[in-house]
């Protein structure tokens, strides 16, 4: 092999660039859910088929896109959402990379419908192999409809790392989950191959969200938690809801940890929430916990992965224990501990 050093074409470095934001459908539907946040949507449907393999479709009832926009999104770095360097010291949207649409467009065929409100028509938009194959307008409801067929049809490699069509929905539904226990205020839907999995209302009642994913059970034993922090500045905030220890799963995944809002993995206050328990649980038990914490600004930052998931606090350990502390005081308030959980 020649040792030359060449400059990798368009097509070839779209596709790396892909798999950096596209790992499997679950990440499909969460770029695909927080536009649709960032849209200011009330109301989002999301239907997988084959476990997203076959077909996602995303659709919204937010304020929808014109057909130039529509043209500009699915271009490379294109966004609404930052206009400079600046910006990015103060991010308030979920998105920001301007890499979601096109990405996906270069991984699988994009559809996109979407019309702003109040307009007559709106525009259709397909990306096949990374290119617009066709745009023009359409008769359709106001928000946007994106379709996602056949992920990574074109990049047989990655295709066959997907996992069992069950794993995959597993993934997606998680996903899913996250953002409909951190937007109660937003009506989030699931179906699968053709039937609902859960539907929240959007009618801003997390006990009622948590119900909708959860069942009704693991609503009743849930306690709300509410810490505004301690002295001046505090490092954290902490609102949401914890279970009964008795209402407990041998996995972690139904410790949903939210940042101002947003879903994010922190493994770190997935800890700070078990600690809470001390002995109430078995040791490897999990409760059922939606924990929303308010930071100050610049106490975390959420720009450190491409698939912005995981989060950096700034004061780790600091968080960890205002978790552990307002999560302590929600359980004994309700009589569901009896004494602190011995500290060292
Ligand atoms: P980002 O979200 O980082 O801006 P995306 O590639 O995900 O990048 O989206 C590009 C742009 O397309 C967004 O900035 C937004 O203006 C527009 N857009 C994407 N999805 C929607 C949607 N569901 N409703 C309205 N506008 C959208
Ligand atoms: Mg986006």
Same mark, same amino acid.
């Given at each position: 092999m020649s040792r030359e050093i060449r400059e990798l074409d368009a097509e070839t470095r779209d596709r790396i660039a892909a798999g950096e934001v596209v790992e499997r459908p679950a990440s499909v539907v969460k770029e695909l859910v927080e536009n649709a @946040?960032?849209?200011?949507? +009330?109301?989002?449907?999301?239907?997988?088929?084959?476990?997203?393999?076959?077909?996602?479709?995303?659709?919204?009832? %937010?304020? %929808?896109?014109?057909?130039?926009?529509?043209?500009?999104?699915?271009?490379?770095?294109?966004? #609404? &959402?930052?206009?400079?360097? #600046?910006? @990015?010291? #103060?991010? +308030?949207?979920?998105?920001?990379r301007g890499e979601a649409l096109?990405?996906? +467009? #270069?991984?699988?065929?994009?559809?996109?419908?979407? &019309?702003?409100?109040?307009?007559?028509y709106g525009t259709e938009l397909v990306v096949e192999g990374g290119e617009v194959a066709s745009c023009g307008p359409t008769g359709c409801p106001e928000g946007t409809t994106v379709e996602v067929v056949e992920l990574f049809g074109n990049v047989p490699a990655r295709r066959k790392y997907l996992k069992t069509e069950a794993t995959e929905f597993d993934h997606v539904a998680r996903i899913l989950t996250g953002y409909a226990l951190a937007r109660p205020d937003v009506a989030v839907s699931l179906s699968r191959d053709g039937r609902e999995t859960f539907a929240t209302t959007g009618d801003g009642d997390r006990t009622g969200a948590v119900m909708a994913v959860y069942g009704r059970d693991v609503a009743e034993s849930m306690v709300p938690v509410e810490y505004e922090g301690e002295g001046e500045q505090p490092v954290a905030g902490v609102e949401g809801l914890v279970s009964h220890p008795e209402t407990n799963r041998a996995g972690s995944e139904y410790v949903t940890t939210l940042v101002d809002g947003r879903y994010v993995t922190a493994s770190a206050v997935r800890e700070a929430v078990v600690d809470a328990y001390g002995d109430g649980l078995a040791p490897d038990r999990y409760p059922f916990a939606v924990v929303d914490l308010r930071l100050p600004p610049g106490g975390v930052d959420v720009n450190v992965h491409p698939r912005k998931l995981e989060v950096l606090f700034a004061e780790e350990a600091a968080v960890k224990s205002a978790v552990t502390e307002a999560v302590e005081t929600a359980l004994l308030g309700s009589g569901l501990l009896r004494s602190r959980a011995p500290r060292g």
């Open positions: @946040l960032d849209a200011d949507a +009330g109301r989002i449907e999301v239907a997988v088929e084959a476990g997203g393999t076959d077909r996602i479709v995303v659709s919204d009832d %937010g304020v %929808g896109m014109t057909e130039s926009d529509a043209r500009l999104a699915v271009e490379e770095h294109t966004t #609404s &959402k930052l206009r400079d360097v #600046s910006d @990015l010291d #103060s991010i +308030g949207t979920l998105g920001f096109h990405a996906i +467009g #270069s991984v699988a065929r994009l559809r996109i419908e979407t &019309k702003p409100q109040g307009e007559a």
